[in-house]
Every structure is written in structure tokens, then in C-alpha cells.
């Protein structure tokens, strides 16, 4: 059955949505900030995957890539966000210390190039919002990012392919 247009784009940007919550809930830590980015080609998403591991290191965090298991966790289901028509590689990135803040990235049933950023919260909501801001102005060098309200929701950019 195909969904209606406007079901479908919530079916979409609510997938992602969902994909960041279950990543922040397997990490132990609460998302408190969404923001959307779009890294336009596969060089940029290359360059994005190589700063969350630069980001990573310089903030001490554990990177962890766990795109594969999330494609085929999707083939199993048979989920059509597993396969990426544009060529896109389908992300699923944590970026963590245990005790602190931490960055989900994903992908998920967003069109082309586009990532969803969850930021976590960790012990401290002071060093969360810190690490939210140097994360930001550093993507903000290659790319624009937008930081969305609480509450708000990721929207698929179509433009972003």
C-alpha cells in the first residue's frame, strides 16, 4: 500500500526521528536537541564521517559506526530505508563518553545527502549544551546546520541529493 503524500513525509522524518531515540536510549543517555544538515555529495559524506572521528578523538569519545547492522537490521525487515536509490551509504554513527554528552548521526528514510543529528545529554546539561556548540560551528565550517527547536522534528530536505 503506498502512503499518501503527507503520511509518507512523516513516515520518513519520523523514522530517523525514531532511529536517533533508540540510539540515544541503547547509549543510556537522554536526546535533548535535534538539529538537520545536508553534506551534498559522497566527498561530503566522507568529510562528515572523518570529523565525527576527529571529534571523537579531540573530545575523547568512543566512536562507534554501527551503519552495517543498521542496513541489514532494515533488508530484514525489508524496510525500504535500507536501500539508498541515490547512492548515498546509509550512516549510523555514536559519538560518546559514557559518563557525558554525545552526537548520533543517521540517515534513515532522509533523502540523499541529508543527516539527522541527536544530541545527548549525559550527567551534566551544561557540558552537553557545550559539546552541541563546538560540534555545530565545527560541521558549520564544511556545511550549514540547523539547530531545531525543542520539540521540533526532522523534515526530508528534497532539495538535499
Known amino acids: 500500500m503506498k502512503w499518501p503524500h503527507r503520511l509518507n513525509r512523516l513516515r520518513s522524518g519520523g523514522l530517523a526521528c525514531l532511529l ?10 537522554q536526546a535533548f536537541r535535534t538539529a538537520q544538515m545536508c553534506v551534498r555529495d559522497a566527498q561530503g559524506m566522507v568529510l562528515f564521517i ?3 572521528k576527529s ?6 569519545m ?13 533488508e530484514i525487515i525489508g524496510d525500504a ?12 554513527i555514536l559519538v560518546e563518553r559514557r559518563d557525558g554528552p554525545g552526537v548520533t548521526a543517521v540517515n534513515v528514510s532522509l533523502p540523499g545527502y541529508q ?6 545529554l549525559g550527567a551534566n546539561e551544561l557540558e552537553a549544551q557545550q ?10 565550517q564544511h556545511w550549514r546546520v540547523d539547530v531545531l527547536p525543542s520539540g521540533s522534528s526532522i523534515e526530508p530536505d528534497q532539495s538535499c541529493k
Not at 55 to 60: R, S
Request: hydrophobic content about 35%; overall charge positive.
Open 20 to 29: 536517533l531515540l533508540l540510539c540515544s536510549c541503547s547509549s543510556g543517555h
Open 50 to 52: 572523518d570529523e565525527m
Open 81 to 92: 530505508g535500507a536501500r539508498r536509490v541515490d547512492g548515498s551509504p546509509l550512516i549510523n
Open 55 to 60: 571529534i571523537a578523538t579531540q573530545e575523547k
Open 115 to 120: 543527516i539527522a543529528l541527536g544530541f545527548l
Open 131 to 140: 559539546f552541541l556548540e563546538k560540534v555545530v560551528k565545527r560541521l558549520r
Open 62 to 74: 568512543e566512536y562507534r559506526d554501527g551503519s552495517e547492522d543498521t542496513k541489514r537490521g532494515l
